[in-house]
């Protein structure tokens, strides 16, 4: 080895080892971990890990609507988070193992309940200590007249105001037996959304009530809309009573089409979480107008037009009259 090599050599390793030990302070130090949950309504933007959220409780809900309701109530109170993103099918749905990550770190979880979500108990059985609370209690459910779900209860109860009233109180009490602290704001908020649901539930009945009454139907591709009809006197024909793997069966489309015919109904919808080409099938042979989409089981991305439960309850009753009205 030449003279002075060796010293050379150590001076050499000395730095590839402080430049290794700066980068490994970097990655320690800088690297975060990718926040998993769901960017859907309901959703805080801050983490549970965060010194804005210590303390906080954190809410799950099953869908984005129920999200929706439950942020109106919890405020910047608690976290709230919806398990299903904007668009997803409920009915069916697979928890995905962020969900379950998700799940174990909830404080409370709130479901619809009336075998909307048939994936909840296998859901629930991997945290059996975390509380969850159905929001459909003390609803007077519709009963299912028809097909393989006949004689139990139609389970979208929320798209009515008055349901949506109880589904709020329901709420608010929920999250004041978990956080008594912050019951103030939650009493607070309950009230004042609970104020706005009245206010849009009026206008919406007084638009419905320049339809003609024997005018006012509504056809859709699931029957998520029985407790609104009953609301606000309308008449409700669909394809499918609640969604499954098998939809829009022959019979299905023929009996709607003939209803359709029958009755001169001049326009037809669907929903945006489903397939609408059975419902193009009815426009096609029966003459009436394929008229949109309504939302039920999922509010729109915050750019769309059904952002919140109230203007999803705006934006379907406005699409209605608008297709009924041949506009």
Same mark, same amino acid.
């Given at each position: ?9 150590? %001076?050499? &390793? ?13 990655? =320690?130090?800088?690297? %975060? ?37 439950? &942020? ?41 309940? =009336? ?49 949506? =009233? ?19 704001? @939650? ?31 509504? /056809? ?6 029985? @407790? ?23 019979? &299905?489309?023929?009996? /709607? ?22 419902? =193009? ?37 406005? %699409? ?8």
């Amino acid at each position: 080895m030449p003279p002075g090599a060796s010293g050379s050599h150590r %001076t050499r &390793q000395g730095l590839r080892s402080l430049i290794v030990g700066l980068l490994l302070l970097s990655a =320690l130090t800088g690297c %975060t971990v990718p926040d998993e949950r769901s960017s859907a309504p309901g959703s805080q933007s801050e983490s549970p890990g965060s010194s804005q959220a210590q303390g906080k409780k954190i809410i799950l809900t099953t869908f984005t609507v129920l999200g929706d309701m439950a &942020q109106n109530v919890a405020g910047d109170r608690a976290i709230v988070e919806s398990i299903t993103k904007t668009g997803a099918e409920i009915h069916g749905y697979e928890p995905t193992p962020s969900d379950l990550r998700r799940g174990q770190g909830a404080n409370l979880i709130l479901d619809n309940g =009336l075998n909307l979500e048939r994936w909840a108990d296998r859901f629930y059985n991997n945290f059996p200590k975390v509380p969850h609370i159905t929001l459909s209690e003390g609803v007077q459910s519709i009963t299912i007249a028809d097909d393989a779900y006949q004689g139990k209860p139609n389970p979208h109860a929320w798209m009515s105001p008055q349901n949506a =009233l109880i589904y709020v109180e329901n709420i608010r009490k929920a999250l004041v037996a978990l956080d008594p602290e912050n019951a103030t704001t @939650y009493n607070t908020n309950a009230a004042t959304y609970s104020q706005q649901i009245r206010a849009i539930d009026e206008k919406l009945k007084q638009a419905i009530s320049a339809i003609p009454p024997d005018k006012r139907y509504i /056809v859709s591709c699931e029957g998520a809309f029985s @407790y609104i009809a009953r609301d606000y006197g309308l008449k409700e024909v669909y394809l499918w009573p609640v969604n499954a793997e098998q939809q829009a069966t022959p019979k &299905q489309v023929e009996r /709607v089409i003939n209803t359709v015919k029958a009755n001169r109904i001049p326009a037809v919808f669907c929903e945006s979480t489903v397939s609408n080409e059975a419902q =193009l099938q009815v426009a096609k042979e029966s003459g009436a107008k394929f008229a949109g989409v309504f939302y039920v089981d999922s509010l729109s991305p915050p750019e769309g037009p059904a952002s919140t439960y109230l203007k999803l309850l705006e934006y379907n009753v406005n %699409t209605l009259i608008q297709g009924l009205q041949g506009q």
